[in-house]
């Protein structure tokens, strides 16, 4: 049996997706709730990593059990053995060779930004403060120019990977609710920290310190340096992870 | 001079916002904050009391201070010396004789409920998990019975003090988006768990646990074993406190 599970989680407490050496991952934990009903580890494949902090509210993951419970009943099993900050919020039957990160073909990740002069006592765990004079409407015509295929090089942190750093971002916005601003991107895939140096570069846009740079100029640079900097993982959000290109489309269109 | 400020904060970890002898008060908090500053105790007088865990985005409270600080920058001189969960997110000069409870003539509260067969990871301080069968049309119906004045006696925790129980609710009325129901009421005052006991008996009547029962009848019946359970501390917010009645009825009028 192959079994899929979706997973919303407050990465707050731990220190990423993927299990290492420094602290608990949200894998870890789910994995060890799959042992304590399966009696044995059994490994848990995610669609991808976050980084320590960042959260999801739809992470996509699967695991072969050999205990016989009903796909739809894992959801159920699995919370009991988790902890308040990890919720398992659906598990249904998958094809015998689905891979959560091998057949995703895209995801859409939100980066929230609280701007006002002071901070939020209430959202901190969940958003980015930042204040101060913010061209917005710059702000959202260069999160538009991402949108397109392009060598995303220059975005990725300076320790990560550089192959395969051509990728196709559906969507790009930046969508401004009071005090709350919403950077949504929709892409077939992403690079390491790329997010979340797409969110910081335009909040350095806004503030008019990247002056004359555009989101062009940065993809066209193809180096880090180029682009701003890289933005706190707690406004950083996995929303959903796409495993059908229409119903990543349709999602795009959506908001 | 006197100072009057709008408090936010997050309730998880303080036993409300009156001094009491158990834990840590927000007034407290903000209280030792304006200490350093003045360098002795000085009063703080909040538009009204909040129990432990319970949030507010618009609590408003007033002091005199000695020391010759502009009023606007209060916030960020208090803001210094407070905890991330309390936020001073303005302050401004009052009219010598301004008192935050005396002088108010509304508040509005929102209580946030979670409506899903599984809980939140992200959410659970901010809000009520509820599930199961819900008649969200009736309770909505209900929500609306309460505006008026009337007698709220059966609607005040059994320990609560039980004079001046006649009040005037302006609006109430609850609103689904998505998984998040909000249950917002204005009124010209609010009785000891009030708000709580409202949103619990929406719930109950919406599980059927009350039939045939309405609000009317639980207005009527003057007593607190008619209304339904006490919805829990962490869903209710108080989002804002008003000092003229126009402001309050444009407030209603918006939502």
């Not at 979706?6 to 789910?30: F, K, P, R, S």
Request: net charge neutral.
């Amino acid at each position: 049996m192959n079994i899929k599970i979706i997973v919303e989680y407050d990465g707050t407490h731990y220190c990423g997706w993927q299990n290492q050496n420094n602290g608990l991952a949200v894998q870890m934990a789910i994995e060890q709730a799959i042992a304590r009903v399966e009696g044995h580890r059994v490994p848990l494949h995610g669609a991808g990593r976050t980084d320590a902090g960042v959260h999801a509210l739809g992470m996509c993951a699967n695991f072969h059990p050999q205990v016989a419970i009903p796909p739809e009943k894992w959801a159920l099993v699995l919370n009991t053995h988790l902890p308040d900050d990890i919720r398992v919020v659906a598990s249904c039957a998958a094809e015998e060779d689905f891979h959560a990160r091998f057949d995703a073909v895209g995801k859409h990740y939100r980066y929230t930004m609280f701007y006002r002069n002071i901070a939020s006592a209430l959202d901190s765990r969940r958003s980015w403060h930042i204040y101060g004079p913010m061209d917005v409407a710059h702000m959202q015509r260069q999160a538009r120019l991402l949108e397109g295929t392009h060598d995303f090089v220059g975005f990725v942190a300076s320790g990560g990977k550089k192959n395969a750093t051509v990728k196709t971002i559906y969507r790009s916005t930046l969508t401004c609710c009071g005090d709350y601003w919403y950077y949504d991107v929709w892409g077939n895939g992403f690079l390491y920290n790329m997010v979340r140096i797409i969110a910081g570069t335009l909040v350095d846009m806004g503030k008019g310190k990247l002056p004359g740079v555009t989101m062009e100029d940065v993809i066209t640079a193809k180096h880090r340096l180029s682009a701003g900097m890289t933005a706190p993982a707690q406004g950083l959000c996995l929303m959903e992870v796409f495993y059908d290109k229409d119903a990543l489309l349709r999602s795009c269109a959506e908001e």
